[in-house]
């Protein structure tokens, strides 16, 4: 026998939580991040809840992405971990899809494909969480072969701190801004927890 667990969600209580990150996040422009199936509280439940008021969505999965889009989100929508196969790279560019970069594979494929139209980018920065991404200093190559393949359109770079609400960003802030600052790069590092501590990492985007 299955055990009696209802989860009740309030689509107002999710709209009232992005509208203070996204007013915790002065200019910047917000994500709103409903990977998982929005944590399990439902993909669309949970944008449609946000579609007039989100700048952008971001999640794991070009499915879910791809449910946004049949759906008739025209928000950017950023895949995080980014693509993992041509299909998916192709998939992504055709429909307007932001994807994260962040290993030598992903970045190989992209110079071999051919795409229909440009792919918007995030480049991702491994600054101490040391889960995915590249190291800061390779940044400045990873951006001239980025440009070279003539493959991409808008260019970002990202991380993700390992600790936003305990121990603090500061090392890792300084580590992504030594190799990101002065470079014109629309910028994205701070999650909800980074936002009530540390409102100065806002940036570009928040997520």
């Known amino acids: 026998m299955s055990r009696p667990i209802l989860a009740r969600i309030d689509p107002q209580a999710f709209r009232h939580n992005y509208q203070l990150a996204k007013d915790r996040a002065g200019g ?3 994500l709103a991040v409903v990977k ?10 949970c944008a449609q809840a946000v579609r007039d008021l989100a700048d952008g969505f971001a999640l794991l999965e070009l499915a879910e992405a791809m449910d946004l889009r049949e759906a008739g989100f025209e928000q950017p929508i950023v895949l995080l971990e980014g693509f993992f196969g041509e299909d998916d790279l192709l998939l992504a560019s055709e429909n307007r899809i932001t994807s994260g970069v962040h290993s030598e594979d992903q970045l190989r494929l992209l110079e071999l494909s ?10 991702k920065l491994n600054t101490g969480m040391n889960r ?14 980025l440009r070279a393949t003539g493959k991409v359109g ?4 990202m991380t993700h701190f390992a600790c936003a609400d305990g121990t603090g960003i500061q090392t890792q802030l300084a580590r992504f801004d030594a ?4 470079k014109d790069l629309p910028r994205s590092v701070a999650n909800s ?8 990492a806002a940036y570009e985007w928040v997520r």
């Open 28 to 30: 910047a422009r917000a």
């Open 36 to 45: 998982a199936n929005a944590y399990g509280h439902g993909l669309l439940c």
């Open 114 to 123: 051919e795409v229909e139209r440009p792919l918007d980018v995030f480049v």
């Open 132 to 145: 995915l991404g590249f190291v800061p200093e390779r940044l400045p190559e990873v951006l001239e072969r």
């Open 154 to 157: 808008q260019v970002g770079v």
């Open 179 to 182: 190799v990101a600052a002065g």
């Open 193 to 200: 927890a980074a936002l009530l501590r540390y409102p100065h």
